[in-house]
Structure formats: C-alpha cells, structure tokens
C-alpha cells in the first residue's frame, strides 16, 4: 500500500502542477480572444453609429429639404401657364437659391455617388438665378413678361440629378426608419 501512494502522490501533483499551467495559460489566451472580440465589436459598433448618425444628418439636413424643395419647385412650374411674376420670383427663385444653398453649405452630407449630380445641379441653378437677376432684378423691365430658363444656355434643368437625390433620400429614409 506504501507503494502504491509512493508512486500515486507524486502522479496526482504532477498532474496537478500540470493542469494548473494548461488552466493558466488557457485563461490567458481565452482572455486574449475575449478582449480582441470585445475590441472589434466595440469598432463595428462605433462604425455602426457613425454611419448611422451621418444617414440621420445627411436625411434630415439635406435630403430631405432638397426632396421637399425639388418637389415645391415642380408645383409652381406646372402652375406657371401665364407670366406669374409673384409665382415665379416668390417660388421659383426662392426655391431654386434653396436647393443651390443645400448643396453649397451641406457639401459633407451629399454622398460620393451623387457629387457629379450636385455639380450638375447647383451649375444649373447658378445660371437659372444669374439670369433671373438679369430679367428681374436688374430693373430691366422690358422682359417682365419673359419666363427665365436656363436650358437655352446651355444649362437645362437636370431631371436626373433630381431624380437621384430623390431616390437617395427614399434609400436612407427606408434604411433608417421603415420597419423591418
């Protein structure tokens, strides 16, 4: 029996000693993988909100102005049948230096795939507004009966650029906000 726990003691604390280094050094690592995990959860997360917070931004300070802006522009050109000078100074031009100034200010918000678009637009609406000074504002008075257009020099109205920035916003609104 002697024998027997000469050789069992020093079996069990061998293995002992043993279990406890592998314990140890699994603890570690596990650890390790934990922390690493805990890390890159914590960088998608922030990625997460960040894209978030600028869908959010680029909704509710661009898009969505411009969509309600194209939208109230549209309206008061089909209105437009006669010379409506009220109509279109009040409207048009109104609307026109809105959108112009929302892409202009707001620059940051406008994704990567719709900045030829906004270029297209706001030379749009710089030539639409240099011309309406012109016929309007100037006091020349001889052309109050002229509608201002932009497209005879050069500069039509770019109905897919409005059309993009539209289907954007409906994109960012649906990912943000529709349920799923």
Avoid at 34 to 39: R, V
Avoid at 111 to 126: G, S
Avoid at 137 to 163: I, S
Wanted: aromatic fraction near 12%; proline fraction near 3%.
């Amino acid at each position: 029996m002697e024998k027997i726990w000469e050789l069992l003691l020093p079996a069990i604390i061998s293995s002992s000693v043993a279990s406890l280094i592998i314990g140890l050094f699994l603890k570690k690592k596990t650890e390790t993988i934990t922390a690493e995990i805990k890390n890159q959860f914590e960088q998608n997360m922030t990625m997460f909100k960040s894209g978030f917070l600028w869908k959010e931004k680029a909704v509710s300070d661009l898009l969505g102005p411009l969509y309600m802006q194209f939208n109230r522009t549209h309206r008061a050109f089909r209105r437009y049948h006669t010379a409506n000078l009220y109509l279109e100074a009040k409207i048009l031009k109104d609307g026109n230096e809105k959108i112009r100034n929302l892409l202009l200010e707001r620059a940051y918000l406008i994704p990567n795939e719709l900045l030829e678009d906004a270029n297209t637009l706001i030379e749009h609406y710089d030539v639409w507004l240099e011309e309406f000074n012109k016929l309007r504002e100037a006091n020349n008075q001889k052309d109050q009966d002229t509608f201002v257009f932009a497209g005879p020099l050069g500069h039509p109205f770019p109905k897919n650029a409005e059309q993009n920035f539209k289907s954007k916003y409906h994109e960012l609104w649906n990912e943000l906000y529709a349920a799923k």
